[in-house]
């Protein structure tokens, strides 16, 4: 049995104010927990160091600037890297990235057991809009400040199991699950930030857009016979509401552990990655079933092409 006990480290929220330092302490808290409950992975969310900076239009190239980590690790975050090195835990984080050529990415990473970085994704499908929407309740500017991330959806050997990323939004999207899944896939790690209100539907309940997140990642979980862990960055970040919902599911899309808050809390569940071997070889047998000769729509087309 290849067992993973994995922590999904949920976070609440990170005020415009908070210093990276400040967030840095409450990640290191998680992780302490984590080493206690006997975790051998945990999965912090999307964008962990910071707010949740899409939601400000801003047009000063420098202040933008000031939400992305230039290096990684980096002085903020390498109290992280020695304490998951030191507790033999291997972690997974997002966070906002500049590189050297002057590219911006909405960019996650992965770990070693010896906090070696060996992975690393970078978000894919940029939800929202590039200019200020006067249509909408509030604003969600990640096609302004994030260009589309230029890795695909790679997957990584660590801890005699495969595993892969993927960043919030990407969960929506079956392709995301299926090019990890033709690789072999038997963990899925993603983080997100989703707001808790739809800025172009007034009155689109919580209860809704938490169904769909569960019903994105149990359907990517069990359509793939894989692990999937989906961590939130959750509760009010300078009055704008982020939901919780983060959740553990099993590769038959079932739900094994769920936050009940909208805090800094963690889930944890013993993971035996065998568990994806009878879907990955029955109904899921990928080489058995499918037939790609009637599949090219999907690589051919990028919208929809209505018949006459
Ligand atoms: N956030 C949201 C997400 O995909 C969203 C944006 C919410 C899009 C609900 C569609 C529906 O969870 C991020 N950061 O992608």
Request: charged share 20%; net charge negative; with cysteine.
């Given at each position: 049995?290849?067992?993973?006990v994995i922590?999904?480290a949920?976070?609440?929220?990170i005020?415009?104010?908070d210093s990276?330092?400040?967030?840095?302490?409450?990640m290191?808290?998680?992780?302490s927990?984590?080493?206690?409950?006997?975790?051998?992975?945990v999965?912090?969310?999307?964008l962990?160091l910071?707010?949740?900076?899409?939601r400000?239009?801003?047009?000063d190239q420098?202040?933008?600037d000031?939400?992305f980590?230039?290096?990684?690790p980096?002085?903020?975050?390498?109290?992280?890297?020695?304490a998951?090195?030191?507790?033999?835990i291997a972690?997974?984080?997002g966070?906002a990235?500049?590189?050297?050529?002057?590219?911006?990415?909405?960019?996650?990473?992965l770990?070693d057991?010896?906090?070696?970085?060996i992975?690393?994704y970078r978000?894919?499908?940029?939800?929202?809009?590039?200019e200020?929407d006067t249509e909408?309740a509030?604003?969600?500017l990640?096609?302004?400040y994030?260009?589309?991330g230029?890795?695909g959806?790679p997957v990584w050997?660590?801890?005699?199991?495969?595993?892969?990323?993927?960043?919030?939004?990407?969960?929506?999207?079956?392709?995301v699950?299926?090019?990890?899944g033709?690789?072999g896939?038997?963990l899925v790690?993603?983080?997100?930030?989703t707001?808790?209100?739809n800025?172009?539907?007034?009155?689109?309940a919580?209860?809704?857009?938490?169904?769909?997140?569960?019903?994105?990642?149990?359907s990517?979980?069990y359509?793939n016979?894989?692990?999937?862990v989906g961590?939130?960055?959750a509760?009010?970040?300078?009055s704008?509401p982020l939901?919780?919902?983060?959740i553990?599911?099993d590769p038959?899309?079932y739900?094994?552990a769920?936050?009940?808050?909208e805090?800094?809390e963690?889930?944890?569940?013993a993971?035996?990655?065998?568990?994806?071997?009878?879907?990955?070889s029955?109904?899921?047998d990928f080489?058995?079933?499918?037939?790609?000769?009637?599949?090219a729509r999907?690589?051919?087309?990028?919208?929809v092409?209505l018949p006459d």
């Amino acid at each position: 049995m290849r067992e993973i006990v994995i922590g999904g480290a949920q976070m609440g929220p990170i005020q415009k104010a908070d210093s990276r330092e400040a967030v840095v302490e409450r990640m290191l808290k998680l992780l302490s927990q984590a080493k206690v409950a006997g975790c051998d992975l945990v999965v912090f969310p999307e964008l962990c160091l910071t707010t949740f900076f899409p939601r400000w239009y801003m047009e000063d190239q420098s202040e933008v600037d000031g939400w992305f980590e230039h290096a990684m690790p980096n002085d903020a975050t390498a109290p992280l890297f020695t304490a998951a090195r030191s507790a033999g835990i291997a972690i997974s984080f997002g966070y906002a990235e500049a590189t050297a050529e002057g590219q911006y990415f909405n960019t996650s990473i992965l770990t070693d057991s010896e906090a070696n970085i060996i992975g690393k994704y970078r978000k894919v499908h940029l939800p929202g809009h590039s200019e200020f929407d006067t249509e909408r309740a509030f604003q969600h500017l990640e096609k302004r400040y994030f260009a589309p991330g230029d890795l695909g959806f790679p997957v990584w050997r660590n801890m005699d199991a495969i595993m892969g990323m993927c960043i919030c939004n990407d969960r929506r999207w079956p392709e995301v699950y299926r090019v990890m899944g033709l690789q072999g896939v038997e963990l899925v790690m993603l983080g997100y930030n989703t707001p808790s209100l739809n800025s172009q539907l007034a009155g689109e309940a919580l209860e809704r857009r938490l169904y769909h997140s569960d019903l994105s990642m149990t359907s990517g979980a069990y359509q793939n016979s894989t692990w999937v862990v989906g961590v939130a960055k959750a509760g009010d970040e300078d009055s704008h509401p982020l939901m919780a919902g983060s959740i553990i599911v099993d590769p038959n899309g079932y739900v094994v552990a769920r936050a009940s808050g909208e805090g800094d809390e963690l889930i944890i569940h013993a993971c035996d990655m065998d568990a994806c071997n009878f879907g990955k070889s029955t109904v899921f047998d990928f080489g058995r079933h499918r037939r790609i000769e009637h599949y090219a729509r999907i690589c051919e087309q990028t919208g929809v092409e209505l018949p006459d």
